[in-house]
């Protein structure tokens, strides 16, 4: 069966012997009171939370799944969603980071991030409901205007209010520029908005009193294409001046889509019907507003499948330590026995290291990425702001793709371990499976993730961004130069950096000759750089884990065992990616579309 406790010793390990994270968080104004006894404590009460509450309505959300009352468009989530939402909102967890000056208790997006990993791996599908609140208040407090925040912040802060996206429609998802709905601006400012939307997760539910939705449209004066779309805020209830809930507003869920994975979760179809809205930002600026919360999301989804690989590789090491199945090859391991567990298996061993490899560099970037925001949103000094906001738009399409593609990747061995026993439902592993397959598709699929990676983040800026990630990859090999037991980490992680900067110069070269160059390496490119920044941290938490090795701390020595399998065992796969990038467009496109 599925099992799950939270990870704290290692989310400790991360914040305070990996990344010192209290001394960080000190050095900005906002958190200098901040210290280790809060931050664990904070841990342990949001790990409490998501094992206790959240875990248990997993697979019973997923069975039981949302229902649409087509009469009144009314969705109800499965038994015990709402309840577990009214006390999320008690315990003030949607406030955790968000602004003071909304009501928020202020403290470290690293904190949210720890929390958010946990409610993902106790059940996504319930905390999609919270977790696209955070986008929304993050894009309406970098863009919407003071009545704006003041209507609607406190709400979204307090959990009272939830938050939506509302980009796709029939025709069109990763092509926004083609997006039809209207908005009429109307003589009181306000605008009248009227489409379809399709896919919409968290549209329609009974968690909350209102449903605060931004909405992309276009204005009727529009140019075609991206540069024509402007963002609205729709709430489902208009807000009166008194901040006291309005009339019904015309945005219905028509529909609930049925879907392979995700099922508590309600993935609505939704019809504007001159529904009023009020516009944020400026007008055909949409889609850059709109970023705001699609990069909050994309790193939200990348966290998604860390909390999947968490709770996949505990359940199936459990079990691999209880199931009994034939003999180790070397002879009898449990003579006691008439099978040995299946955890003497070299391969059964190779599934559950690569997914405990994935989840716990995962853990490291994901933290690293949540601290780097914090000090992009509160550092007092302007060229730490700018060199934070650069690496974290470095980051989040790898984080983004690779995470979720290693999601993938990792459930699907745990649910290997557990042979059919896995694929059945009984042992709710199959389900992480099919709850992780969506996040290599939403907030941009991960082709296109790769794309903004190779296109614009890298060959866009002439590299500048991957640099700054180079220079402190260079400076922690340049330290660890002449520390021999460093050595095993510190080469190949040297190696694949020049590997990169040369293939990124190559790949430069080639996209001068036909863009379609990049179409064809950045799938593999991202991946690739994906295992860069992974070596980069397995090589520093190995230094860590050498240093107190000991301690007699067996933490210490698993930590450096699942090192020394990454390096062996998974970093390998980059020089077949390098040569796949290599082999170019030709081999794609040389096939006449007539013969597929
Ligand atoms: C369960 C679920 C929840 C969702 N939640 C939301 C939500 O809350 N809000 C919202 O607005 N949307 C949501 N979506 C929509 C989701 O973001 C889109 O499905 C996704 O962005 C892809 O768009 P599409 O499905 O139209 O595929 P398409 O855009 O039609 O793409 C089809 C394929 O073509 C590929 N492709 C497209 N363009 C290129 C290119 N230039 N180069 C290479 N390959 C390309 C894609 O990678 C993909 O493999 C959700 C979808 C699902 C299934």
């Known amino acids: 069966m599925a099992q799950y406790t939270p990870p704290l010793r290692d989310l400790q390990f991360v914040l305070h012997e990996l990344l010192g994270v209290v001394d960080e968080l000190r050095m900005l104004p906002k958190?200098?009171?901040?210290?280790?006894?809060?931050?664990?404590?904070?841990?342990?009460?949001?790990?409490?939370?998501?094992?206790?509450?959240?875990?248990?309505?997993?697979?019973?959300?997923?069975?039981?799944?949302?229902?649409?009352?087509?009469?009144?468009h009314e969705v109800s989530t499965p038994q015990g969603f709402k309840e577990a939402y009214a006390r999320f909102v008690e315990g003030g967890w949607p406030a955790l980071s968000a602004d003071p000056a909304f009501g928020g208790q202020g403290l470290p997006i690293v904190l949210n991030q720890c929390l958010?990993?946990?409610?993902?791996?106790?059940?996504?599908?319930?905390?999609?409901?919270?977790?696209?609140?955070?986008?929304?208040?993050e894009c309406l407090h970098a863009h919407g205007t003071d009545e704006q925040k003041h209507t609607y912040l406190p709400k979204l802060t307090s959990g009272e209010w939830t938050g939506t996206m509302c980009l796709t429609e029939p025709h069109c998802g990763t092509d926004l520029g083609m997006l039809r709905t209207k908005a009429d601006p109307q003589p009181d400012g306000s605008y009248q908005i009227t489409g379809q939307k399709i896919f919409i997760s968290a549209g329609e539910?009974?968690?909350?009193?209102?449903?605060?939705?931004?909405?992309?449209?276009?204005?009727?004066?529009?140019?075609?294409?991206?540069?024509?779309?402007?963002l609205f805020v729709v709430p489902k209830f208009k807000v009166n001046a008194d901040g006291s809930l309005g009339e019904r507003n015309p945005v219905y869920c028509t529909g609930l889509e049925e879907k392979?994975?995700?099922?508590?979760?309600?993935?609505?179809?939704?019809?504007?019907?001159?529904?009023?809205g009020t516009l944020v930002g400026e007008p055909n600026k949409g889609l850059a507003a709109m970023f705001?919360?699609?990069?909050?999301?994309?790193?939200?989804?990348?966290?998604?499948?860390?909390?999947?690989?968490?709770?996949?590789?505990?359940?199936?090491?459990?079990?691999?330590?209880?199931?009994?199945?034939?003999?180790?090859?070397?002879?009898?391991?449990?003579?006691?026995?008439?099978?040995?567990?299946?955890?003497?298996?070299?391969?059964?061993?190779?599934?559950?290291?690569?997914?405990?490899?994935?989840?716990?560099?995962?853990?490291?970037?994901?933290?690293?990425?949540?601290?780097?925001?914090?000090?992009e949103l509160s550092s007092d000094d302007e060229d730490e702001r700018r060199?934070?906001?650069?690496?974290?738009?470095?980051?989040?399409?790898?984080?983004?793709?690779?995470?979720?593609?290693?999601?993938?990747?990792?459930?699907?061995?745990?649910?290997?371990?557990?042979?059919?026993?896995?694929?059945?439902?009984?042992?709710?592993?199959?389900?992480?499976?099919?709850?992780?397959?969506?996040?290599?598709?939403?907030?941009?699929?991960?082709?296109?993730?790769?794309?903004?990676?190779?296109?614009?983040?890298?060959?866009?800026?002439?590299?500048?961004?991957l640099k700054k990630f180079g220079k402190l990859v260079a400076g922690f090999i340049e330290d660890e130069g002449t520390n021999?037991?460093?050595?095993?980490?510190?080469?190949?992680?040297?190696?694949?950096?020049?590997?990169?900067?040369?293939?990124?110069?190559?790949?430069?070269?080639?996209?001068?000759?036909?863009?379609?160059?990049?179409?064809?390496?950045?799938v593999d490119y991202l991946r690739i750089c994906g295992?860069?920044?992974?070596?980069?941290?397995?090589?520093?938490m190995a230094k860590v884990a050498l240093a107190r090795q000991d301690s007699g701390d067996a933490f210490y020595t698993a930590k450096l065992h699942t090192a020394r399998f990454y390096f062996a065992k998974l970093l390998p796969e980059t020089a077949g990616l390098i040569r796949s990038c290599r082999a170019g467009l030709a081999p794609l496109m040389a096939m006449d579309e007539a013969l597929f």
């Open 484 to 522: 021999e037991a460093m050595q095993e980490f510190v080469n190949p992680l040297a190696d694949l950096g020049d590997k990169v900067t040369k293939l990124t110069t190559e790949l430069g070269m080639k996209a001068f000759g036909n863009a379609d160059e990049v179409g064809a390496a950045a």
């Open 387 to 465: 060199e934070c906001a650069d690496l974290v738009a470095l980051l989040t399409p790898i984080i983004k793709a690779f995470l979720t593609d290693n999601g993938w990747i990792a459930t699907s061995h745990c649910m290997q371990v557990f042979g059919g026993h896995g694929y059945i439902q009984q042992a709710g592993m199959e389900q992480l499976v099919r709850d992780a397959r969506i996040n290599m598709i939403y907030e941009g699929t991960n082709t296109v993730q790769s794309l903004d990676l190779l296109g614009r983040k890298v060959l866009g800026d002439n590299g500048a961004k």
């Open 260 to 276: 392979m994975g995700i099922h508590a979760n309600a993935t609505c179809q939704i019809n504007l019907d001159g529904a009023v």
């Open 531 to 540: 295992h860069l920044v992974t070596a980069y941290f397995w090589a520093r």
């Open 31 to 72: 958190h200098h009171e901040i210290d280790a006894d809060t931050v664990n404590a904070i841990l342990e009460e949001a790990g409490k939370f998501a094992a206790e509450v959240v875990f248990p309505l997993n697979i019973s959300g997923d069975r039981e799944g949302c229902r649409l009352d087509k009469d009144s």
């Open 205 to 230: 539910h009974d968690l909350a009193a209102n449903i605060v939705h931004l909405v992309l449209a276009r204005l009727p004066d529009a140019p075609q294409g991206s540069k024509g779309i402007s």
């Open 292 to 375: 705001v919360m699609m990069n909050a999301a994309r790193l939200g989804v990348g966290n998604q499948s860390l909390g999947l690989m968490e709770v996949a590789y505990q359940s199936a090491v459990a079990y691999a330590k209880e199931r009994i199945q034939m003999r180790a090859l070397s002879g009898p391991k449990a003579p006691d026995q008439p099978a040995d567990p299946i955890i003497v298996h070299p391969d059964v061993r190779k599934m559950l290291l690569t997914a405990r490899a994935w989840a716990e560099s995962g853990r490291a970037l994901a933290v690293y990425t949540a601290l780097l925001i914090d000090k």
């Open 116 to 137: 958010y990993e946990m409610l993902n791996s106790a059940n996504q599908a319930w905390t999609m409901y919270p977790g696209l609140s955070h986008g929304a208040y």
